[in-house]
């Protein structure tokens, strides 16, 4: 088949491929570039590329969401094009530059796999006579009404006016138009239906119609806009005049309010405020509708409005008062705390018996890291059924993070209780105070003063926050804090909490702990079951003894993760054998011991004695060392603190005040330097608690009576030798077992403080109360009663103070 274009001879077969293209029609004289991706549509392309001719037929889907078009879905007529250009793209697609050639009819489908290959006529515009006139007009209308089009905002190729001006053809210059003008596949394939070019140029000029409509309608939109908020404008420029003017006459009547103000005064009025606090908020309200809203102060306003709306004012949580369900919660979360949960159970009860009206406690849990403070609060939260919110005050040092700032002041907010309280939603949540031990004070004052406010019951029920500048009723709130040394409290704010001291855990506890809770835990994260590992208590204690040295569980837990981990690791390498978590397996995955009881006394010395101490994380033993030369006075180290070295002083007057009846000679203090040492020497040590300790182990020096390995000993001496009452006795007590220490030498007013360690404990050590330095000599120095017996024995003949000297050492 012949076709002649634009004075060539083009000859194309009567059977080309078929290229299916979707959301567009080609008309010929076209040039355009296509995508291309469909295998199908590829290999069409590449057979076509194949042939000298390098033709195919372009006919355009129905359907365009049709990935694999059936014939009865392509429309018949299409434009047999040349592809001019090809390249392959990276994500696998190709892309071809087009020019359509001549309408061509499908008449038949001769091939569908791998891609269409169709029989088909050509198609030529009807040759009909017209009149010149009339067609230039018509031609000259359709230009003018594009040019139109193009001015009101369509967006075209910017050549296409010049090159419509040298096209005659009417034919061509409704195909040009029609390419140009974006219009859906059905309308547009419908202009390519139409052989007869006057009639396709009518159609056309219609569709240049219709769009020049739409095109003026959406210019009048706009412009109706603009105008709307010119007229916005005015009507705002004209209420601010009107409210100039009532002002100057004096009628402060309130205008209409308008949608937000409206919306802000109901959530006002739905907050439920006390009668003088809603009276302050809708006067500030009032204040607002009269300010320009662009003004910074307008601004500041409407967000302490909308603070006052979102605060809990009168919003509470429905208390749970079962104490079974209570008990069994906090049984769930934690192991043993005895004391606390008593006075949750307490207060549960009171709380039961009185009714809503009763204040919220403030309880102060003070302990080592790692007891369970912080996840206690949690616990009780959940148990009364309460909001839980956790404000961490470590480190805080400005006043106004209680209080809040003034909202004078850029960026004013409330402070972190009334913060707390818009995030808890509720009037009556537990709010945890975390270390608060550790609050600060510098020149923006001192946020530890704010606290008494707060934490008095008697004043809390009228907290006034700076921001709100109105009170707030704290009173409902439960307060929890916590703290690590409760000596860094200041007095009046620790008065006004009640106490409540978590000791360390022992190593049967932490065991306990352990298999209850922190395993459980680690397999759960870790991703490993207990199919895959199993704790021993013997690997457990193992971890305990030499991988952690603690009161709490912190560094436990991880030493668990740690084996969870391993075992994690050992899986994913495709083992699936279970690990047995015994004493050589711990040394094996976690490497050398980081705690060796290789310091532990192994022998009854001369001039060193066992002392317990407290710290800020539990009991610890201290071994306090004292040796003698050449030379005059004493020598302390050990980073000492001016309390312990005025115990060291007191216990060496003492013992120079009692040199005859210790049987010390007089001129052992003139010709020997005494030199006292505490291990280890790095870390700071203050506190009467070694009183007793000094003592014994100077007098041990002085007398070569050596000091039993298995006793340990804490108290306060006097200078007539008396044993003083201190504290942590829980903590040093269980200190010793750790060390396997089996006798500890107590004040005898501390006897109140054993009742806090469990029975079972108690009867693995013995624990001896005394009240003057001369039982603790009995009961720590070997060989002493001999010694004394000497002593006396030596008087009776006459002896005396000059005889001293000749008493033998004891063996030890």
Known sequence: MVTNYEGDNIEFKDRLPLLPIRDIVVYPFMILPLFVGRESSIQAVEHALNQSDRLILLASQKDISAEHPDPSEIYDLGTVAMIMRMRKLPDGRIKILVQGLSKARIIDFEQSEPYFTTKLEKVEDADTSFDNVAVNALMRNIREQLERVITLGKVLSPDILTVLEDITEPGRLADLVASNLNLHVAEAQMILETLEPIERLHKINDILTRELEILAMQAKIRNNAKDEINKNQKEYFLREQIKAIKSELGDEGEAPADDEFEEMRKKLKAAAMPEDVEKEAVKQLNRLEKMHPDSSEASIIRTYLEWMGDLPWSASSEEKIDLDNALEILDEDHFDLTKVKERILEYLAVRQLKGTNMKGPILCFSGPPGVGKTSLGKSIARATGREFVRISLGGVKDEAEIRGHRRTYVGAMPGRFIQALKQAGTNNPVILLDEVDKLGGDFKGDPSSALLE????????????????????????????????????????????????????????KVAISKKYLIPKQLEENGISEDHVEFTDEGLQSVIEHFTAEAGLRNLERRIGALCRKVAMKIAKGDQAVTHIIPNTVLDLLGPPQYTREDHREEDEVGVATGLAWTAAGGQVLYIESTKMKGKGFTLTGQLGDVMKESAQTAIGYIRSRAEYLGIPEDVFEHNEIHIHLPAGAIPKDGPSAGITLATTIISLLTDCPIDKTVAMTGEITLTGKVLPVGGVKEKCLAAMRMNIKTVIIPWKCQKDLVDIPDEYRERLELIPVKTIDEVLDLALIGWHERKKKLKSLKKKGGGRNKTSNIPPVAA
């Open 454 to 509: 707060v934490l008095d019951p008697e004043q809390n029920k009228e907290f006034r926050d700076h921001y709100l500048n109105t009170p707030f009723d704290l009173s409902n709130v439960m307060f929890i804090a916590t703290s690590n040394v409760l000596e860094n409290i200041p007095g009046p704010l620790r008065d006004r909490m009640e106490v409540l001291n978590l000791s360390g855990y022992t190593q049967e506890e």
